[in-house]
């Protein structure tokens, strides 16, 4: 095995074995500075004597009888561990898939192979060593398709049906390890083709048990599907818009691909296609003429949404994200729909734009990714949303973001000082207004906002709301 000359003269100090992730890679010609080694022997002082070498110290992981020893030197992390059983091969017999129960013997310079992983990594088949593996761990039924997904290889029959007796273990597993698996998955480029067989195999579920009820869950016409078969057309078609936003938005593909690559927006933003429906079972009703209604579902799918995404242990700016393209995936619907019906006016473009600033963003490329899911929406449709959004990033970075990272025209302090107000909610009231029509374009001078405020002030005394009495450099003493 080709081996950095470092490594193969450390691991010649004692009986120690290369195992793991590294050896399947280094067969897979997949790059790798990651290494796994098995000691016969004690595994503590072996790493400590590498470390000596390698001038670092060894990082003690896990506890109680599963303990593991790091070192991390320059580019490379080397985990040392104990060895299980008799022999190595006892030890590799015990690991997750074949593929990973390999192993490398540097006296006999020798690939150690108990389990047929050679032979499955030539045939592109992930394969449980044992079923005893999964009840083990039931974090590796994920597992499995995770690496299925990162190496474009395909779980084995006899793996996916140990996957559906078993899959009712995972609810015992941690959330943050089940996020960890899930996520990787998801960072995949095409993961819908594994994201579809995790539920073919009842494990989506399991994960996400809110998805159960979206199972049979009927939708209009437009639909063509349950909400639980349109959740997963969603996945798939969000997985494509993100992979093709380049060819769909060629002006905006920089600022596009930027907000994609910033805070994980591209993984969390499938995740929040799988759960942007989870509120419709609960919100479903049908009216007098038949037709089906899931008025609230938005915010309600977002509250789930807020349940799961905590329950997975994700961090706070996560949830808070997940929640916010959840609960306001309909925006962008209504706005496409003004404007298809004549109603949409730029002032809606700009409050859109003002309110959730770049996660526009994120929600339009939901919008799209919903309305391809829906079975009945024919191709002009769907272009025509292309469209949309071109024309919605177009007025938002041209003119909305640029004006929002300028100075207000008018403060509040301006407004306190000019006519003599007191602080209170119409000064915000008034500066929304200001801003707003700033962002339009129907203000644009210091002037023209001072004689704007005078209207709004004048018209909340008519309205009933008595402003402060102004001072001497009141109404009539504007310059």
Not at 15 to 27: E, M, S
Not at 167 to 188: D, H, K, T
Not at 325 to 332: F, L, N
Not at 355 to 361: L, N, P, S, T, V
Request: proline share 3%.
């Amino acid at each position: 095995m080709n081996l950095p000359h470092k490594i193969r003269q450390l691991c010649r100090m004692g009986p120690v074995f290369l195992v793991g992730g590294f050896v399947r890679d280094t067969i897979l010609n997949r790059a790798s500075n990651d290494y796994d080694f098995v000691v016969a022997g004690d595994a503590e002082a072996f790493a400590e004597r590498v470390a000596e070498q390698l001038e670092t110290r060894v990082i003690r992981m896990g506890k109680g009888r599963k303990v593991d020893y790091r070192i991390v030197s320059e580019q490379d992390t080397l985990d040392f561990a104990a060895m299980a059983g008799d022999c190595i091969e006892e030890d590799l017999r015990r690991r997750d898939f074949t593929i990973n129960a390999l192993g490398y013997d540097f006296g006999s310079d020798r690939l150690i192979d108990p389990a047929g992983g050679l032979e499955d990594l030539r045939s592109g088949t992930v394969r449980l060593v044992s079923e005893e593996a999964v009840r083990a761990d039931p974090v590796r039924m994920l597992r499995a398709f995770r690496f299925a997904a990162v190496l474009g290889f395909d779980v084995a029959p006899e793996t996916l049906n140990i996957i559906r007796r078993e899959n009712e273990r995972i609810v015992r597993s941690a959330g943050e390890r089940i996020r960890s698996e899930l996520f990787q998955l998801m960072s995949v480029a095409r993961s819908a083709v594994h994201l579809r067989r995790l539920a073919d195999v009842g494990l989506l579920t399991r994960v996400i048990p809110e998805l159960r009820a979206c199972q049979g869950c009927l939708q209009g016409e437009i639909h063509g599907r349950d909400v639980f078969e349109h959740t997963l057309a969603v996945y798939e078609q969000m997985e494509t818009v993100i992979n093709d936003h380049g060819a769909l938005w060629p002006r905006f593909s920089a600022y596009i691909g930027k907000y994609l690559n910033a805070d994980h927006h591209e993984v969390l933003l499938k995740f929040a296609a799988l759960l942007h429906d989870t509120g419709k079972p609960a919100c479903r009703q049908t009216d007098l003429q038949g037709n089906v209604r899931f008025l609230g579902h938005d915010q309600e799918s977002g509250r789930l949404a807020g349940d799961i995404s905590a329950r997975l242990r994700m961090s706070a700016r996560e949830r808070g994200y997940v929640t916010l393209i959840v609960s306001k995936h309909m925006r962008p619907l209504f706005l496409f729909n003004a404007r298809e019906s004549g109603r949409l006016k730029s002032k809606g473009i700009v409050r859109f734009g003002r309110k959730y600033e770049d996660d526009i963003i994120g929600l339009l490329i939901h919008g799209l990714a919903d309305q391809r899911g829906k079975a009945g929406v024919d191709e002009e449709a769907a272009k025509e949303f292309v469209r949309f959004v071109d024309e919605v990033l177009s007025v938002y970075f041209s003119t909305v973001k640029p004006k929002m990272a300028m100075p207000r025209i008018l403060t509040g302090k301006d407004l306190i000082a000019h006519f003599g107000l007191e602080p209170s909610k119409l000064i915000g009231k008034v500066l929304k207004k200001l801003d707003e029509a700033h962002l339009q374009g129907r203000i644009e001078t210091r002037q023209e906002a001072l004689d704007m405020a005078a209207r709004l002030i004048e018209m909340e005394g008519d309205a009933g709301i008595e402003p402060a009495t102004p001072s001497s450099g009141g109404l009539c003493s504007i310059p």
